[in-house]
């Protein structure tokens, strides 16, 4: 069965037929060629996949498209200013070396962003909480924790 | 003059791409008229095929073609081959039973490869490939390694499932050292199986070419001209010039990227039978019974002292599981990595270690961030620091009282370490971990109902893996040098070509800082490309944390020959003698006066050569070169590690974690601590959380992200982390390597440490909640 989807994401309206159980992260990395959300895992635990969806990070393996029938959504590739400036999350993750191979990456910026709106200064623990869905293999996540605390204060709330 | 770049923290060039979700990894590549394949895989551990009926699955909407093991046999596909023959104890070389792409007969893994279906969409592949329809008649499952050689043989090759036995030392002599030893020290352990888990899954996409008959294929691999080189070779026969492997962003390896997988070959085969490009890319459930597993080693070990503490002998009896097939390396991972590495940090001067290698009902088993050294530093740390509690003595005392102090030191072992300084490490990293302290933190601890226990590691490793000579004399059927290239454009910028591949650790930054430093110029100057073997003259690739100590080195041997040309040139410009142009800070100058030319002249001139040597010297400023290390580099650190049991649940926190470690010199400390945090979180993964599990019919029972738990960000801490430096003797650049440090001595520290808060010998690895709850309740 085909079903049409049509949605906002990084700003402009898309739409497209897929099939009803095309997962929302399919749709973004096959039907939109976004590739920067990534797939590293079948069971919704890494967090590779995460998007912003009105505003709010959400694992896009563990929902198919039509759930996001209508909505607003962000992913790596519309975080970054027009001029391709850096985001102060993205620069607080470079400055901070917070990440390596780089395939978790756009997961953990993802949920940073939305984490951060709520949490302008956040304490360590703070942040390795609000981690629990992300998981990074290179890093240890200490300097993940570093880069979003950076992060988190320069972006002072707002996205 | 330009600030120095070698030893500077310099931001890293590949972040923009990754954080803005540019990268490009493997399955993020799309071809025009792009086919995709799903595998179908076997759901017993140990059975044959009676029959594989493919015909409603080639029937399926959207389906291009199914293939067996049959018809790869028929198309004379060869089976995948082993890097390294080990030769046993009685001088015959190990069993090397075959491998095939696709099982032919008879699976022996859960998981195995039985046929692979291609299709216009994933998920016509995956829905297809559940209507291929195989009758397996299931045999019993071998899958305790200990036990193995007892069973009936999985390949007709090896009837008591013995790949190999194998030893090095002199067992009389250390037999006779323990019947003297006033004091013996024995411990029985597993090095628990573990599984990856690089966040990118496995992938590959192959393309074939009518037109030009060349083969391209992108494939999520840390070593592009080894892949090639077996796959063209050894599998498909194909020629190695009409073929192009890249490994272009790569989402991490950990050594589960190393080897030559059957999915590989399957689909690079398929896209020329088909005529249409063929991607495949893992699933993590693929992942966790297809991709290599790492360590699984069950051992006996034994440490003699004498009445001073003096370290006499060690006694090691290890069986280590091989699963099911040879994957690349894996039979010298338990062997030349391992065995060579019990000295550790000490001047124990007799070892003898036998290593008893078997095939098993389980998903093949080679090298895992560490391989092997962390499994010999496992052994001498839990060694050492269960004698020291044995004897009432300070575990740092004891070592203290062992280490080797004179360089270059010849270990029984076979290994010569060049240089070294343990103590330093070792103060160093008992400073900064406030030592001093424990009893005092130990006693809150106490007053909160919880243990607290310390525990060290002093650990070696080799790494700049290897001398060829050397690797050809113990086995290795592969060169172990690494290439590389300086070409400079007529503008003076310049591209750096690495035989070397990056998946996290930051090569386009560190190496293009060596190269920016030594010719005295901008760093944005500098580009370094890998990963393609069209573009690259050749590699070894990445593993054993031999990039900046090999490839590295062949760079700087590149660069030499670039500046000397470029003196040549610029005392044909200056009007000078070339022995008296000297290049400093980005220009060639004639010594003692102000004549000089910039680097960017002198390449402009090399390009266009009106004003030129031609009679002399070709133009162009273009160098490369092969370098092959004249031995291993031996990196080493002391790791002192606290932890606090809380005795209500048994769950372990890391209280603090220092690490001070000796990589030789060091050019960029912010990627170099960053290397430390990734191995360490790994090896405490090991100790505490990671614990790969088959049940006896031989499936995995951790065959997901929710079953196997490597760590999350709650369960490590920030670490304390320091350098001292020894350089490296044998290359220009003082390196070490410091890939895999903390992988290798986080587990014994941890293990240490816990076993010290619970008052208890031993305990196994992992040590969940559940484990060291049980292990205190006889006592609550």
Not at chain 1, 66 to 81: F, L, S
Not at chain 1, 115 to 126: D, G, R
Not at chain 2, 313 to 340: D, E, H
Not at chain 2, 462 to 480: D, K, Q, T
């Amino acid at each position: 069965m085909s079903v049409k989807v049509s949605m906002k994401v990084n700003g402009k309206p898309v739409s497209a037929e897929v099939e009803a159980r095309t997962l929302l992260v399919t749709f973004i990395r096959e039907n939109l060629r976004l590739t920067g959300t990534h797939v590293g895992c079948d069971t919704a635990q890494c967090g590779a996949c995460t998007v912003l969806m009105n505003g709010k990070a959400i694992k896009s393996c563990s929902i198919v498209a039509m759930q996001a029938e209508g909505g607003d959504i962000m992913t790596i590739e519309g975080v970054a200013k027009p001029d391709g400036a850096l985001h102060p999350m993205q620069a607080a993750f470079k400055e901070n070396h917070g990440l390596q191979c780089g395939f978790c990456t756009p997961g953990m910026v993802m949920n940073a962003l939305d984490f951060a709106k709520s949490h302008p200064n956040p304490t360590e623990q703070e942040v390795r909480e609000a981690l629990e869905g992300n998981l990074c293999r290179c890093t240890g996540y200490h300097n993940i924790v570093k880069s979003i605390m950076a992060g988190a204060r320069a972006m002072n709330g707002k996205i | 003059m330009n600030a120095p770049l070698i030893g500077a923290r310099v931001q890293r060039k590949e972040d923009y791409r990754f954080l803005t979700g540019s990268g490009q990894y493997t399955d993020d590549v799309e071809f025009q008229g792009q086919a995709y394949a799903a595998f179908v895989r076997s759901p017993h551990a140990h059975a044959t095929l009676r029959k594989v009926n493919v015909e409603e699955a080639k029937r399926a909407p959207g389906v291009l073609a199914v293939y067996t093991g049959a018809d790869l046999a028929a198309a004379k596909v060869g089976g995948l081959p082993c890097g390294w023959l080990i030769t046993d104890v009685n001088g015959q070389p190990m069993k090397e039973p075959p491998y095939p792409a696709l099982a032919q007969g008879k699976v022996r893994h859960v998981g195995e490869r039985v046929a692979v279906v291609i299709a216009e969409s994933p998920e016509q592949a995956k829905d297809a490939a559940e209507l291929v329809e195989v009758d397996y008649g299931v045999l019993p499952a071998v899958i305790d390694a200990a036990s193995a050689r007892k069973n009936a043989g999985i390949h007709d090759a090896a009837p008591d499932n013995t790949c190999y036995v194998w030893a090095l030392g002199d067992k009389a002599k250390v037999d006779a050292a323990f019947a003297g030893a006033a004091h013996v020290t024995r411990l029985e352990f597993v090095n628990n199986r573990l599984v990856p888990n690089a966040i990118e899954p496995r992938a590959v996409n192959a393309q074939y070419s009518r037109a030009s008959g060349e083969y391209t294929v992108y494939v999520a691999s840390q070593n592009p001209h080894v892949e090639r080189l077996l796959m063209t070779a050894f599998v498909l026969g194909l020629p190695e010039n009409k073929v192009r492997v890249v490994a272009p962003d790569v989402g991490g390896g950990f050594g589960s990227k190393i080897y030559l997988y059957p999915e590989d070959v399957v689909v690079t085969w398929a896209a020329k039978q088909l005529n249409r490009p063929v991607k495949w890319t893992a699933e993590r459930s693929e992942s966790f019974v297809s991709d290599a597993h790492g360590r699984d080693h069950v051992t006996v070990a034994e440490l003699a002292l004498d009445k001073n503490g003096k370290f006499l002998a060690m006694r090691v009896k290890t069986t280590a599981n091989l699963g099911a097939y040879l994957s690349t390396f894996a039979s010298c991972i338990p062997t030349i990595l391992y065995a060579t590495l019990l000295a550790g940090q000490y001047t124990t001067p007799l070892i003898y270690c036998e290593v008893t290698a078997v095939f098993t009902n389980t998903t093949p088993v080679d090298a895992y961030r560490g391989a092997g050294r962390p499994e010999a530093t496992y052994v001498v740390e839990r060694l050492v620091e269960t004698a020291a509690r044995e004897l009432r003595t300070d575990p740092a005392e004891l070592r203290r009282r062992n280490f080797i102090r004179q360089f270059p030191y010849q270990t029984p072992v076979a290994l010569c370490y060049d240089a070294g300084n343990y103590e330093a490490t070792l103060d160093a990293a008992m400073k900064m971990a406030d030592v001093a302290g424990f009893a005092k933190r130990k006693e809150e601890s106490k007053k909160k109902g919880r243990l607290r226990g310390l525990g060290y590691a002093c650990y070696i490793e080799a790494c700049g893996i290897a001398p060829s000579n050397v690797a050809g004399s113990l086995g290795a059927r592969a060169g172990l040098f690494e290439a590389g290239e300086i070409r400079v454009h007529p503008t003076g910028t310049v591209t750096v070509f690495t035989g070397s591949h990056a998946h996290g650790q930051g090569h386009e930054t560190t190496f293009a800082q060596v190269v920016a430093d030594r010719l005295g110029m901008p760093i944005e100057n500098v580009d370094v490309v890998h990963g393609d073997t069209s573009k690259v003259l050749f590699g070894m690739g990445t593993y054993g944390s031999r990039s900046i100590a090999v490839g590295g080195t062949a760079i700087v041997k590149a660069l030499d020959k670039i500046i000397a040309k470029g003196r040549k040139i610029a005392a044909h410009l200056l009007e000078a003698s070339e022995a008296d142009v000297e290049y400093a800070n980005g220009e060639f100058k004639v010594a003692g006066t102000d004549r000089k030319k910039t680097f960017g002249e002198v390449a402009f001139a090399a390009y266009v050569p009106h004003n030129y040597p031609l009679d002399k010297l070709e133009p162009g400023l273009n160098e490369n070169a092969f370098y092959d290390p004249a031995n291993f580099t031996f990196p080493a650190g002391s790791y002192v590690c606290e932890v606090e049991v809380d005795r209500e649940t048994g769950a372990t926190e890391i209280a603090r974690f220092t690490a001070v470690d000796d990589f030789g010199k060091i050019i960029n400390p912010m990627i170099v601590e960053g290397q430390v945090h990734g191995g360490l979180t790994q090896g405490i993964g090991q100790a505490l959380t990671e614990g790969c599990r088959y049940d006896a019919s031989g499936q995995l029972m951790t065959g997901s992200l929710s079953d196997y738990c490597i760590p999350r960000a709650g369960d490590v801490p920030l670490f304390q982390l320091d350098t001292r430096e020894t350089p490296c003797t044998h290359n220009p650049l003082g390196v070490k390597g410091c890939g895999e440090a903390g992988a290798i001595g986080a587990p014994a520290a941890v293990m240490n440490a816990i076993t010290d808060a619970l008052g208890v010998k031993d305990l196994p690895m992992p040590a969940t909640a559940q484990t060291v709850w049980r292990t205190l309740r006889p006592a609550a």
